[in-house]
Structure formats: structure tokens, C-alpha cells
């Protein structure tokens, strides 16, 4: 196999060279950015033009932390070629805009393959105005989301490891205001700065918040995060990709998602709404009873079990557990 690789690492300078030469020795060719922005995309292409070409996107890092530890999901598409031409063309735009890593291996540009545009499938990077300011191709992935809050007839599901987004936060309440039901996870690190904007996504009674919580030092929540970004709108059309909705991530990172609609959203669906529901009632059963151990001092430990929990549940646990933090 021909393996082109972009890989940004964010270790020191000498821990990402020592990492890419491990990769580079296995015969794969490595390239990285280098540039202030974070590649954030986690997707490979595999055949692209082939009668077997296939793409991998999704949330999660390819690590074991992602793998053992946190709430992800990964998307595989099969002879969905517009979806290989559009994944080729951004990895070919990434490719030609880093930098060479150790010696080239001189393999050959893999051409974007034509592909007709499927009714049920979106794909957008916001890429073109970090790494091609003179591309015409909307850019803003913000956009989308509030898109797809606006067009909401009843319900929305969201599972994403923070919002911060203004635009997204207005159109959630909007959406509220109008009757749309909406259930929301957060995972630990979103509660830290919630304070500010409670009014958007805690003062309407149509909007239900819960963040994924698993430990009372607020501050260690990277051992178990929600690392999902993905929105279910009306139990129909699916959001979902690399994507974290905070401006870091629109201004300063380069990001991919998928919009899935239709056919193409029936096959995934269930799994998604499954998942959803995993998360929305994770560890609910064990609340009371840790409540009750850390009132009766029986609970010296910072770490409690995943729980999905309002954040008046929080605070009562925290008020309890005060020497965590």
C-alpha cells in the first residue's frame, strides 16, 4: 500500500519528530501542517477511484485514551463517491499545503475522482480560509448547525463535548421559544464556564441540559470525555464529524462534518439514537446513593462513576465533595 499521511501531533517539538520518524520508518509517507492551526480532522480515504473506495470520518482521536475511554462515533462510507471525491479533494488541498517529513516517498498525487452530488449527503470543511484563502468554497461550518437548529420542526438531540458558540446558542433558544424540544450533553469541561450562558441553554423548559460528569475536581475531565459532536434533528437528518462547537474550532482548527439525510440517514440512525440514549441516562441510577455516601463522609475519592447530571445535581455533589477542588 501507498500510505500518505498528514500528521500534526501536539507534543513538544522533539516528541512529535520521534513520533512521525516511528510512523515514517513504517514506510508511510508523513507531511505536517506546521501552521499555528490545528488539524483536528480525524479521516482517511482508502482507493479513492476504485470499485471499493471507502472514507473513515468521525469524532474520535486515533488513540487509546479515545478508544478505552471516551464517547465517540466513526462513520464508514462505502462506494459513496461523493464522499470519496470530497474527502480526496481535502486531503490532497492539506497534502499540498504541509510540509515533508523525513525523506518523500514520490508517491503518486491521487486524482479526485468525479463524483455526481447525492441529495442525501452534505460535507463541509471550514479548511479553504486557514490554508486556501483564494477558494471560493463556503467555509463556515457555524452556519451549518444554525441551518439545521432553524429548520427543526420538534426535536433535537445533541450530544457535543461543548457549546460555545453564540450563533448556536441563540438558535437553540429560538428554537425553544417556538416549541422545539431539545435534550443536550455536555461533558465535564463545558460545566467549568456554563455560568454565562445558562440563559441560553437552562431558562426554557423545552431545553434539557445534562453534562457527562466523572469526577468532583471539576478540572480533571479528560480521562472520560463525551468526545461526541453530533446532532439529531427530528429523529430524521443527522450532524455529525470533527467538529467541537466553540469559535476555536471554526477560526482555528481545521474541521470536517457530515450532514446525513434521507436514506443515508436511515442506515446510521439507529445506532446514533441508541447512543444518545446510552449517554442521556448514563450512570442516572447511581446518583442518589453516591449523593447519600458523601453526605455520611463515605466517599473520600475525587472520581465517582460517568453520570449524566443536571447541573443542580452537580453543585449538591460538589457542595459535599469541597475537598476535590
Known amino acids: ?21 516511528v510512523v515514517e520508518d513504517l514506510g508511510i509517507d508523513v507531511r505536517f501542517l506546521g501552521k499555528a492551526v490545528k488539524v483536528h480532522h480525524k479521516f482517511a480515504v ?23 475511554n471516551y464517547n465517540e462515533n466513526i462513520l464508514f462510507f462505502t462506494q459513496e463517491h461523493e464522499v470519496t471525491s470530497r474527502y480526496q479533494f481535502e486531503f490532497n488541498r492539506l497534502w499540498s499545503a504541509s510540509k515533508e517529513f523525513g525523506i518523500s516517498k514520490n508517491y503518486p498525487e ?27 468554497e463556503p467555509s463556515n461550518i457555524t452556519e451549518q448547525i444554525v441551518r439545521l437548529i432553524k429548520g427543526a420542526k420538534h426535536d433535537l438531540q445533541i450530544a457535543t463535548t461543548r457549546i460555545r458558540l453564540q450563533p448556536v446558542m441563540e438558535a437553540l433558544l429560538a428554537s425553544a421559544q ?28 423545552n431545553i434539557q441540559l445534562r453534562i457527562k460528569f466523572y469526577n468532583l475536581n ?9 468526545h461526541n459532536k453530533f446532532m439529531i434533528v427530528d429523529g430524521e437528518t443527522l450532524f455529525t464529524g470533527s467538529f467541537n462547537w466553540s469559535d476555536s474550532s471554526e477560526n482555528g482548527h481545521i ?9 443515508a440517514a436511515q442506515q446510521v440512525l439507529p445506532s446514533y439514537k441508541n447512543e444518545f440514549a446510552d449517554i442521556w441516562d448514563m450512570g442516572r441510577t447511581e446518583y442518589a446513593p453516591l449523593l447519600q455516601s458523601l453526605k455520611q463522609g463515605q466517599h473520600p475519592e475525587c472520581a ?10 452537580i453543585r449538591q455533589l460538589l457542595n459535599y465533595g469541597s475537598n476535590c477542588k
Open 46 to 68: 482508502i482507493d479513492a477511484g476504485g470499485a471499493l473506495d471507502r472514507v473513515i470520518t468521525g469524532s474520535a482521536n486515533w488513540s487509546l485514551s479515545s478508544y478505552k
Open 255 to 263: 474541521e470536517n462534518v457530515v450532514v446525513l439525510k434521507g436514506a
Open 304 to 313: 465517582i462513576p460517568q453520570m449524566a447530571l443536571t447541573q443542580p445535581e
Open 218 to 226: 471539576v478540572g480533571a475531565y479528560i480521562t472520560y470525555q463525551m
Open 110 to 136: 491521487v486524482a479526485v475522482p468525479r463524483a455526481q452530488d447525492q441529495a442525501d449527503i452534505e460535507i463541509y470543511f471550514n479548511s479553504p480560509k486557514t490554508i486556501d484563502p483564494s477558494s471560493n
Open 1 to 21: 500500500l501507498r500510505i500518505r499521511m498528514v500528521l500534526e501531533l501536539y507534543g513538544t517539538p522533539e516528541e512529535n519528530e520521534k513520533k512521525r520518524q
Open 178 to 205: 417556538r416549541g422545539v424540544k431539545t435534550q443536550i450533553v455536555i461533558s465535564q469541561d463545558d460545566f467549568r464556564q456554563l455560568g454565562p450562558r445558562a440563559k441560553y441553554l437552562m431558562n426554557n423548559p
